[in-house]
C-alpha cells in the first residue's frame, strides 16, 4: 500500500483527487466550485529536541521555540465539525503574522 501512496503523491495524483472531492463538496452544498474568500491564520507548533534549528524559530509573544504554521480555509466549519483547512504551509516560527507573513503564506499557496 505504501508503495502506490508514495507514486501517487509523487505524480500528483491525491492531490487531484482531493481538489475534485473539495469541487464536488462546495456543489452539493450549493455553493461556487471555487471558493471566493479566504480566512487566514497562523499557529505556533513546539519544536522537538529532534527537530533541526534551521527549521525552527522562537515566538517572542508565547514563549515558544518551534515552528509557524499558516492554515488558510474558505468557510469556517458549524460548531461540532472540525476545520477543513484548504491549505496548510508551516516553517520557522521567524515569519511574522502581520501581512508580510501571510502574503509568504499566499505566495506559496498559490493564491
Known amino acids: 500500500m505504501y508503495w502506490y501512496f508514495t507514486r501517487w ?3 500528483g495524483v491525491t492531490e487531484k483527487l482531493l481538489a475534485t472531492l473539495w469541487v464536488t463538496a462546495r456543489v452539493q452544498q ?3 466550485p471555487q471558493p471566493s474568500a479566504g480566512i487566514i491564520d497562523s499557529q505556533t507548533v513546539k519544536g522537538a529536541d529532534t527537530v533541526g534549528r534551521d527549521s525552527r524559530g522562537y515566538d517572542a509573544g508565547k514563549k515558544i521555540n518551534g515552528r509557524k504554521r499558516f492554515i488558510i480555509t474558505d468557510t469556517p466549519e ?3 465539525h472540525r476545520d477543513r483547512a484548504r491549505r ?3 516553517g520557522p516560527r521567524r515569519r511574522q503574522d502581520r501581512p508580510p507573513g501571510h502574503l509568504h503564506a499566499r505566495s506559496q499557496l498559490d493564491l
Do not use: Y
Open 9 to 11: 503523491e509523487e505524480a
Open 88 to 90: 496548510v504551509v508551516a
Open 78 to 80: 458549524p460548531a461540532g
Open 30 to 32: 450549493g455553493r461556487a
